[in-house]
């Protein structure tokens, strides 16, 4: 199977719970539009709205000039997350490079990251020529054992609120516990985890011990629950001043005011809607049925609407099986993943129906028993 069999697919209309691709209907799990908002009539219109006003580009550097439609959304993410100020970016992957760059003028700084943070994270610490140190995913005694060794610097813990290729979350309690004891900066990115609660707030909300404030960063993406194309940071009004000061902000065009007007309407919806209500039961749904039928769900925490299918087979050959059934899945393949962990990703949005995760769960049993193993596949490892 070719690279391009698999990747650059050609869609004829918006991905959501199905797709569309050379004329045929696909039972589809790939978009990360988890309340399945990105059709919506309303947020339709409101984008639709914003470019009769604005026009389609916003044509400038929105550090000079930019729409009211900014505010109107930075406020939001503020009131949502319960934090002072906010910044938005032209993606999430720019948010992480411009927010860490900012913090890497701090003196002294050092940074420990959880091993499994998304590459954009990454990326941006090693610009930042700072000193830094992966600790194991999710391991407090390995944090604990680094934040020892580095007593005396100013250390930034960074973290994904969710994590996108696995879907768990960060023990987030349990990192609080230790920035009471060692006194760091904690950074959060929420790209998957932002508004994924019952009551649609921050991770901090789904872990509800949490005390407010605990967080002192959060990046995140529009591109996922808040259907539109951007990126986002959330944090004190100091630290955000300095974090437009990054060259990431400063010196590119802000997003379409369309984008802009597309997320605000999306939170303006959910801060008025019951959707989280079907999307959580979507994932009881599946994660119940999948566990009937005998399949590990891993890593993947009961709130996660991200679950992953790990194969015995060669990844690619699964998925085409459940392609040439009608289940569209994202794979996630070497070199985005090391060969021993390359799987499927599958992502539970609100729109789904069950004969729609019944179908997927039944396709994944149906290839096990095709196998003639019973073991030959595993939802998560
Ligand atoms: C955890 C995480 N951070 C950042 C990004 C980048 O966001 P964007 O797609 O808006 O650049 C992603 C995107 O998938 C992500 O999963």
Redesign the pocket.
């Known amino acids: 199977m070719n690279f391009s069999d698999i990747y650059f697919k050609e869609h004829e209309r918006y991905i959501s719970e199905t797709a569309l691709m050379n004329g045929k209907k696909y039972h589809s799990f790939i978009s ?1 539009d988890y309340y399945s908002l990105n059709t919506h009539t309303f947020i339709k219109q409101a984008a639709m709205d914003a470019i009769q006003t604005y026009g389609t580009s916003l044509s400038v550097g929105q550090f000079s000039d930019r729409s009211p439609l900014i505010k109107q959304l930075e406020a939001r993410l503020c009131t949502v997350s319960s934090m002072e100020a906010s910044c938005i970016f032209t ?6 490079l411009g927010a860490i760059s900012a913090t890497s003028k701090i003196d002294n700084v050092f940074y420990l990251y959880d091993k499994l ?2 590459a ?2 990454v990326s941006a610490i090693k610009s930042t020529k700072c000193g830094s140190e992966a600790f194991a995913h999710n391991d407090m005694t390995e944090l604990t054992a680094k934040l020892n060794t580095h007593q005396g610097k100013t250390i930034i813990v960074i973290t ?1 609120g969710l ?2 290729a696995d879907g768990d979350f960060v023990d987030l309690p349990s990192i609080v516990a230790l920035k009471e004891r060692y006194d760091f900066m904690l950074y959060v ?1 929420e ?2 985890s932002f508004v994924i609660s019952s009551n649609q707030k921050n991770v901090a909300q789904i872990f509800n011990e949490v005390a407010a404030g605990s967080i002192d960063i959060i ?6 629950a808040l259907c539109s ?3 986002f940071v959330i944090a004190s009004s100091k630290m955000i001043d300095r974090i437009r000061m990054s060259r990431e902000y400063i010196f590119s065009t802000g997003i379409t005011p369309s984008n802009i007007a597309a997320s605000v309407a999306c939170l303006e919806l959910l801060s008025a809607s019951d959707r989280h209500q079907k999307l959580a039961e979507n994932i009881a749904y599946f994660r119940q049925k999948a566990k009937e039928n005998n399949i590990n769900l891993g890593m993947s925490n009961t709130l996660s609407p991200i679950f992953t299918i790990f194969p015995n087979k060669p990844c690619a050959e699964l998925y085409q099986s459940l392609l040439d059934v009608g289940i569209l899945v994202q794979p996630l393949l070497y070199p985005a993943v090391p060969k021993e962990h390359e799987r499927l990703r599958v992502l539970i949005n609100a729109a789904h129906e069950t004969h729609q995760l019944d179908a997927l769960i039944d396709s994944v049993v149906s290839k096990r028993h095709a196998y003639n193993n019973a073991d030959a596949l595993e939802l998560n490892k």
Request: with cysteine; proline share 0%; hydrophobic share 20%.
């Open positions: 990360a993606s999430g992957y720019t948010a992480n943070c998304h954009s994270i994904e994590y996108s990115d790209a998957h990046s995140g993406s529009l591109s996922k194309t951007g990126g």
